[in-house]
């Protein structure tokens, strides 16, 4: 029997990119959704596709921890259970430390980071009393090997990796599985909406793009096969391993990866 035929998901960040691709495949592989974000339209229109005896649009902002609440007592008062929570939603700003103000700096940290943490605490205390559920936690390639010009969202997204790395330890025993995504680059508004410029952004996106369908695919059968994380396509799992192996050498292509993006910054000044 399919691992989420009959449950009941919270996906966050559900009206875009990877998140929608999520919803659609939970419903498309027997799952009843809760479709959150902070875009309720957006969310509204992806439920349209779905079906309401299938899925529920709910706003939400994630890094208010009251509306993650809120969102997981719905799923329970609307579906019965949680079994699958997403920390999804994200957002990217291209631009060196230098060029970042504080807001933009919380901005990212509250969404990305805090994000997170308010689901996981909302999901993991409803997870604890049932005996049961699935926590899934969207990073990047980002949250394994740095990356300059997104200095804010790589601070995020390894803290996302070891929040769920440690989190997947503790809830073992107790019966609730942990896993963390670690797309390379997907097809999505956040790769133009992060940018400062298409430029910069250029600069850094030089690797292959899949698209958030196949994104979405190889993430639930991962989740489905309890795997702890998730990274793809491979030139992720190359990447870390460079990382990790050989860091002098990975930070030659950290510097030149700075250097290019200041390059192509200032001709597009
Ligand atoms: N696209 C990529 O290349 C890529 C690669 C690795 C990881 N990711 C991660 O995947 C996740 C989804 O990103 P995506 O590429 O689908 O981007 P996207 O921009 O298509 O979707 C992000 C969604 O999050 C929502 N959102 C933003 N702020 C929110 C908030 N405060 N509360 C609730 N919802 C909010 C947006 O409305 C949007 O619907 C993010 O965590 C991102 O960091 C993306």
Same mark, same amino acid.
């Given at each position: 029997?399919?691992?989420?035929?009959?449950?009941?998901?919270?996906?966050?960040?559900?009206?875009?990119?990877?998140?929608?691709?999520?919803?659609?495949?939970?419903?498309?592989?027997?799952?009843?959704?809760?479709?959150?974000?902070?875009?309720?339209?957006? +969310? $509204?229109?992806?439920? %349209?596709? *779905?079906?309401?005896?299938?899925?529920? #649009?709910?706003?939400?902002? =994630?890094?208010? /921890?009251?509306?993650?609440?809120?969102?997981?007592?719905? +799923? $329970?008062?609307?579906? %019965?259970? *949680?079994?699958?929570?997403?920390?999804? #939603?994200?957002?990217?700003? =291209?631009?060196? /430390?230098?060029?970042?103000?504080?807001?933009?700096?919380?901005?990212?940290?509250?969404?990305?980071?805090?994000?997170?943490?308010?689901?996981?605490?909302?999901?993991?205390? =409803?997870?604890? /009393?049932?005996?049961?559920?699935?926590?899934?936690?969207?990073?990047?390639?980002?949250?394994?090997?740095?990356?300059?010009?997104?200095?804010?969202?790589?601070?995020?997204?390894?803290?996302?990796?070891?929040?769920?790395?440690?989190?997947?330890?503790?809830?073992?025993?107790?019966?609730?599985?942990?896993?963390?995504?670690?797309?390379?680059?997907?097809?999505?508004?956040?790769?133009?909406?992060?940018?400062?410029?298409?430029?910069?952004?250029?600069?850094?996106?030089?690797?292959?793009?899949?698209?958030?369908?196949?994104?979405?695919?190889?993430?639930?059968?991962?989740?489905?096969?309890?795997?702890?994380?998730?990274?793809?396509?491979?030139?992720?799992?190359?990447?870390?391993?460079?990382?990790?192996?050989?860091?002098?050498?990975?930070?030659?292509?950290?510097?030149?990866?700075?250097?290019?993006?200041?390059?192509?910054?200032?001709?597009?000044?």
């Amino acid at each position: 029997m399919s691992a989420f035929k009959g449950r009941v998901a919270v996906v966050t960040g559900a009206a875009s990119g990877i998140g929608k691709a999520l919803s659609l495949e939970l419903a498309a592989r027997g799952c009843r959704v809760v479709v959150a974000d902070l875009n309720l339209k957006g +969310a $509204r229109e992806v439920v %349209g596709e *779905l079906g309401a005896e299938r899925a529920i #649009a709910v706003r939400c902002d =994630v890094s208010k /921890a009251s509306n993650v609440q809120s969102v997981v007592n719905r +799923a $329970r008062r609307q579906f %019965g259970s *949680l079994d699958f929570m997403f920390n999804n #939603a994200g957002v990217a700003i =291209v631009a060196e /430390a230098r060029d970042l103000s504080l807001r933009d700096w919380n901005r990212v940290l509250d969404i990305n980071l805090k994000g997170v943490v308010n689901g996981t605490h909302a999901a993991y205390k =409803v997870m604890l /009393a049932q005996g049961s559920g699935h926590i899934v936690n969207v990073a990047s390639g980002f949250g394994l090997v740095p990356g300059p010009g997104l200095i804010a969202y790589v601070t995020t997204k390894f803290g996302v990796v070891g929040l769920s790395e440690t989190l997947r330890a503790e809830a073992h025993d107790l019966g609730i599985k942990v896993t963390v995504v670690c797309p390379g680059f997907v097809n999505t508004p956040i790769l133009a909406s992060g940018a400062d410029s298409m430029e910069s952004g250029r600069a850094l996106i030089q690797a292959p793009i899949i698209t958030s369908e196949r994104a979405a695919t190889i993430t639930l059968d991962g989740v489905a096969r309890d795997r702890a994380i998730i990274a793809f396509p491979l030139y992720v799992r190359l990447a870390a391993w460079l990382y990790h192996r050989c860091p002098w050498l990975f930070f030659r292509f950290l510097l030149k990866g700075a250097r290019d993006l200041r390059r192509s910054k200032q001709k597009s000044l």
